[in-house]
């Protein structure tokens, strides 16, 4: 499958197929670092790294995936360059193009990065935006194959803050690749109707479901229940009324027990508030997953880059 050349910035833009061969390409990518096989897909390529919003995982993986592959990595934070500030966004994008083979960018707004692919000629990747975060997507669809064996089928439950930009990218892959999904959340928190009704139409294609509900209940039969945080990056100063409006969807024993099932997995893309969104007995009892999911971001982000700007 030919990738290369294409920017990663929502799923929305990758076919069910696509999407697999992403995540084939890193458990293949995967075993080979467990093996100590190192590679020279990105041998010769500089690597931008911009960083609006910190991170640990999102940053060390594209690092690591670079320098895996013979890349070199260029951090550049919101001080370091003048992106929309002293410079257009359009006019760094072309400057960076002609420098850099690759763009990263973690931010705020999704109109920044879609304007970093069209302006700077390179593919460009999204480490995370206000809308969404497909990097972390797969890594999160990796994790569920490794637990379960396959993807279709599998009824994903997320609870929480509804219309963030994880509970946007989740319901997209898995809509893409055959997962029946659950949104629990309070009405002020679901998704917009736009967005459900796209993946209704990808729902309808792959052959799963979306339900969009407040009732707790629906956790029934789920084989994966995942979180988030209750205030995303940016909106610390909504905390408290957060916590009040999400304390009932707290992952805890109680509401674990709700699913009928046994093995069921708890996950999470961190970091974790633990006694908010989740209990720390069911962070704990659910560490290996969490951490197989952490590490995944890694194998995942590397496979993008080698997928759309490596040599076969």
Known sequence: ?????????????????EI??????????KAKKKAGIMGTSLKGKNIALIFEKPSTRTRCSFTIGCIDEGA?????S???IQLGHKESIEDTARVLGRMFDGIEFRGFEHEKVEKLAQYSGVPVWNGLTDSYHPTQILADLLTVKEQFGHLEGI???YIGDGRNNMANSLMIGCSKMGLDFVIIAPKVLWPSNELVE????????????IEVTEDVEA???ADVIYTDVWCSMGEENKASERVALLRPYQVNKELMSKTGKASTIFMHCLPAVKGN???????EANSKVIFDEAENRMHTIKAVMVATLGKN
Do not use: Q, W
Not at 1 to 17: A, I, Q
Not at 72 to 76: A, I, R, V
């Open 1 to 17: 499958m030919n990738l290369h050349g294409r920017s990663f910035l929502t799923l929305k833009d990758f076919t069910k197929e």
């Open 20 to 29: 697999g061969y992403f995540l084939d390409l890193a458990a293949e990518l």
């Open 72 to 76: 070199h990595p260029e951090y550049l």
């Open 78 to 80: 919101r001080d370091d």
């Open 155 to 157: 009824k994903f439950v």
């Open 198 to 209: 796209t993946c209704n139409v990808f729902a309808k294609e792959s052959g799963c479901t």
């Open 219 to 221: 956790v029934k039969d």
């Open 277 to 283: 969104e989740v209990t720390e007995d069911i962070f």
